[in-house]
């Protein structure tokens, strides 16, 4: 691993990770609306943006051709009874979630291809199961697994991997952000996440995790 390009390394679990590859010297590039406060390169990109999604290709397929893992963390939620989702939330969900991320990895991927390098896409358990009180988001996390899957079989004979992160319900500001009750104790310490996302990445590369679902206990 030499460089990280990273969504959502300003806060959550894309910090904790970037953190933690920054520690083991890798370079990190950071695409968010705000900056990371950690030494990262930022570039502002508002995945709901399409000339700032055009921009961040753009500039890390010129000035960042070394980088060799694409992690997409960035991600929205908001708690709705179905009924009473306000309409702009179901566009802009699905923007972040997943078309913004679709447009994102599909101009980043052919650099990741060449530099034979991986993209983790972080979904959810969610992708699997449906919660109540989110039908927006369990159905972003559903068709992001979808794009999983595609990228798994498209790039199945190529030397880049492609691995679906699913966790439940971690530490973080999402939660708060979201209007959930969820109580910050019962969930998962993003540190682990981020630990287990780094240690599949340096399997040997005979060895690719295409799926991990790890959910609170
Ligand atoms: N926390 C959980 O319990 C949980 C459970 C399962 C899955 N997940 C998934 O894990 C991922 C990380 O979640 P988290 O808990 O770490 O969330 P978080 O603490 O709320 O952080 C979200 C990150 O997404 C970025 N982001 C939000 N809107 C954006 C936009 N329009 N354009 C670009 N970036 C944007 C934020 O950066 P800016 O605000 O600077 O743009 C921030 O860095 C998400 O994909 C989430 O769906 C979370």
């Avoid at 520690?23 to 995945?47: A, C, F, W, Y």
């Avoid at 794009?147 to 790039?155: A, F, N, P, T, V």
Wanted: aromatic share 6%; proline share 3%.
């Amino acid at each position: 691993m030499k460089k990280a390009v990273i969504t959502g390394a300003s806060g959550g679990l894309g910090r904790v990770i970037a953190s933690k590859l920054i520690q083991e010297g890798i370079m990190v590039v950071n695409l968010s609306r705000t900056s990371s406060n950690l030494p990262v390169t930022n570039i502002k990109t508002d995945l709901t943006n399409n000339k700032d999604i055009t921009n961040a290709i753009k500039i890390i397929n010129k000035n960042h051709r070394d980088a060799d893992v694409l992690i997409l963390c960035s991600g929205v939620m908001h708690w709705h009874n179905i009924g009473e989702t306000p309409i702009k939330e179901v566009d802009g969900d699905f923007m972040v979630n997943v078309t913004g991320l679709i447009k994102l990895t599909d101009g980043i991927a052919p650099l990741i291809k060449k530099n034979k390098g991986d993209i983790v896409i972080i979904g959810s358990t969610s992708s699997f199961i449906c919660y109540p009180r989110s039908s927006v988001y369990n159905s972003t996390k559903h068709a992001i697994l979808g794009y999983i899957k595609s990228l798994q079989q498209e790039y199945k004979d190529e030397d880049v991997r492609i691995i679906g992160f699913h966790p439940g319900g971690f530490k973080s500001r999402f939660h708060i952000k979201a209007g959930s009750k969820l109580k910050q104790r019962e969930l998962m310490d993003p540190d682990y996440l981020a630990d287990l996302i780094i240690y599949a990445l340096k399997l040997p590369r005979n060895m690719q995790v295409s799926e991990i679902i790890i959910s609170r206990k």
